[in-house]
């Protein structure tokens, strides 16, 4: 045991650092600034971390956000799926009335057309008709006599309602003798040399044609005239010194 008072022994067990330097006592502003820290330090504590209760309050609010998100993110889904529905039907729909428009002119179209020009078949067959009462009327007139004249009468009678009927229809002849070829109505069906007239010109019709308003029903086959050859002009010139002579 040792002989120390009992209270020194304490006071060297609880805190032996005591008595190995000198003692600094803590001034006012230090005990104040720690003061404050301490309290600092409390408060940001206390800010920082919620208590049990408000983590129990928050908890329902945020399940409450997270559903309503997630319902919200539903209805932006299917909104954008109307939406793109309805473009599709407003496409195919504008693309149904273009086909519709398309359809009414092209029937529109095809009604006039059929108007103007749906007895072309017909015109065809009696143009036949027409070209054989030409032909007679030319034989007759070659041949006049008594025993054929009131035939040709009948015969010119019923050329002339033939025509009168066509016109009625817009059934017109096309004009080509005298006239500069054209390839859209005349169809050439031989040249003749000829020095009178410019080349091209149709010297001679062979079979009438004929139009339906501006359509052409049957082209007039005609003989066109071409610049004679030398050989040729040089006979035309001996032709034309005898029939002087």
Request: aromatic share 2%.
């Amino acid at each position: 045991m040792s002989d120390l008072p009992e209270d020194e022994q304490l006071g060297s067990a609880v805190d032996p650092s005591e008595e190995d330097g000198p003692k600094i006592a803590a001034s006012d502003e230090m005990e104040a600034a720690l003061r404050e820290a301490t309290e600092s330090l409390e408060s940001a504590e206390s800010e920082g971390a919620p208590t049990a209760e408000e983590q129990d309050a928050a908890s329902p609010d945020k399940l409450t956000i997270e559903l309503l998100s997630g319902e919200l993110q539903d209805l932006k889904g299917l909104h954008e799926e109307k939406v793109k529905e309805c473009e599709e039907r407003t496409e195919a729909h504008l693309r149904l009335q273009a086909e519709f428009d398309n359809f009414r002119r092209r029937s529109l179209k095809e009604k006039q057309e059929s108007l103007k020009f749906g007895h072309q078949n017909l015109v065809k067959d009696l143009l036949s008709a027409v070209d054989d009462l030409e032909r007679a009327l030319e034989h007759g007139a070659q041949n006049v006599g008594p025993e054929v004249e009131g035939i040709l009468n009948g015969v010119e009678l019923v050329h002339r309602e033939v025509l009168g009927a066509l016109a009625k229809h817009s059934v017109q002849e096309i004009q080509a003798e005298g006239l500069t070829f054209d390839p859209a109505v005349h169809e050439a069906m031989g040249q003749i040399p000829s020095g009178e007239v410019p080349a091209n010109t149709v010297l001679q019709v062979l079979q009438k044609g004929y139009v339906i308003h501006d359509r052409m029903v049957r082209p007039a086959r005609v003989l066109v005239s071409r610049e004679p050859t030398a050989a040729e002009a040089g006979s035309m010139e001996s032709g034309g010194e005898s029939e002087d002579r």
